[in-house]
């Protein structure tokens, strides 16, 4: 069964970056897609990204366009997300979850294996 585990967050100052890991296990990651949600206090959970088993990259959410980018590195079974210019609204605990695609159109409940989450707080 694939078990994905994040990693990477925490406090950064407006305008700093991070690097999210979702390092892979019990399965190898090249057949899967893999998506990075997040979700604030009080609010529901959004999609951020997805990457496709073939490295094609999908973005769901505007407001991190241009700032925050998906990758992955089958031989080390984990998927990035950098993340760059960090603002406030960022402020999240950030999952990733896995699918058999990336879809145009997201929808959350096509995503299993979820991971238990890290926290990104952006904050000065």
């Known amino acids: 069964q694939l078990q994905l585990v994040e990693s990477g967050g925490g406090l950064v100052q407006p305008g700093g970056s991070l690097r999210l890991s979702c390092a892979a296990s019990?399965?190898?990651?090249?057949?899967?897609?893999i998506g990075w949600f997040r979700q604030a206090p009080g609010k529901e959970r959004e999609g951020v990204q997805c990457?496709?088993?073939?490295?094609?990259?999908?973005n769901y959410l505007d407001s991190v366009k241009g700032r925050f980018t998906i990758s992955r590195d089958n031989a080390k079974n984990t998927v990035y997300l950098q993340m760059n210019s960090l603002k406030p609204e960022d402020t999240a605990v950030y999952y990733c979850?896995?699918?058999?695609?990336?879809?145009?159109?997201?929808?959350?409940?096509?995503?299993?294996?979820w991971g238990q989450g890290t926290q990104v707080t952006v904050s000065s």
């Open positions: 019990g399965f190898t990651l090249d057949y899967f897609a």
């Open positions: 990457i496709s088993s073939s490295g094609g990259s999908t």
């Open positions: 979850a896995g699918a058999p695609r990336c879809a145009v159109v997201l929808t959350i409940l096509d995503f299993g294996s």
